[in-house]
Each structure stands twice: as structure tokens, then as C-alpha cells.
């Protein structure tokens, strides 16, 4: 078989260009390739696929978590509602018992009390020595001495007696 002179050129470029190609394909130039991992093992598999239940697990439990705090506060603003003044009963200084005492604890505490003026008068004392609450001095002392012992007198004892648990 025979080539034209056009043919054996273009033959000619050809596998010049081939052996340019040789040439400069030099391994250290080229681009790093990475093996092929390995396929995961039956082992790997069960491990990924248990991490990958717990991590669901403490998500769903964390959900719970913040919907049961939730749910929470929202119980406790129903069966706990904000006090007012109204909680106390009517009277001149209920405001001001009110704003003095709510500071530091509920009007409960208040209101199943009864005691004496000179008792209520020595619990301002004993509470600003022992709980650091602000004195109460002058006409702020006696407004508020003075509705709490109009408003919360000392009761009747019980027909069986005095009750030893209240005492």
C-alpha cells in the first residue's frame, strides 16, 4: 500500500504530535490522585448507622426537653398567676404592704398569718436583721404595721385546742 505525500505529512504531524505529548507528560507535573478508598465494612456500617440513631435520639430529646419547659411556664402562669394588690383585703396601706413585702415573698405568707400589732411591729425588725430587708422606719413603719394588724389579727383557736402544727 502505498501513501500520498499528503497523506505520509499528515501521518508525519500526527506522531510528532504524539511524542510531544510523551515528552512533556513528565508524573511529577501531574495532578495527585487519590486512591480509592476502600468500601466501608458490614462493621462500619452497623457503627454509622447507630451513631447516626442516638444523634436523631438526642435531637428528639432536646424537642421534648425545650416543649416540656415550654409547656412548663406555661402551666405555671395558669396555676400561678402574677399577685396584685387585690390579693390582700381592702384597706388604707394595702398598696404600700404590697410593694414592701411582695419583694421579697408571696402575699401567702401574709395572708395565713395573725398576729399582734407589737408581733407584726417586732417581725419588721427581726426581718431586716435576719433577711436584710430595708428598714422601715417612721409613719412608712406604722401605715404598714398598722393595715397588717387591722388586716391580719390573731385567731380564734380551734375548738379542740390550740393546733400544735401551726404553732
Known sequence: ??????????????????LLVLATDIPSRRAPH?????????????TAAAEARAAAGREEAARATVAGREEEARLAAVQNPPETAEALPPGHGREEVFARCTACHSTAIIRRSGLQPAAWDELMDWMTEKHGMPPLEGPDRALVVDYLARSFPPRRAPRGGANPFLN
Open 1 to 18: 500500500m502505498s501513501l500520498l505525500p499528503l497523506e505520509k505529512a499528515a501521518l508525519g504531524a500526527i506522531c510528532a504530535l504524539g
Open 34 to 46: 487519590a486512591p480509592a478508598a476502600p468500601p466501608p465494612t458490614p462493621m462500619a456500617l452497623a
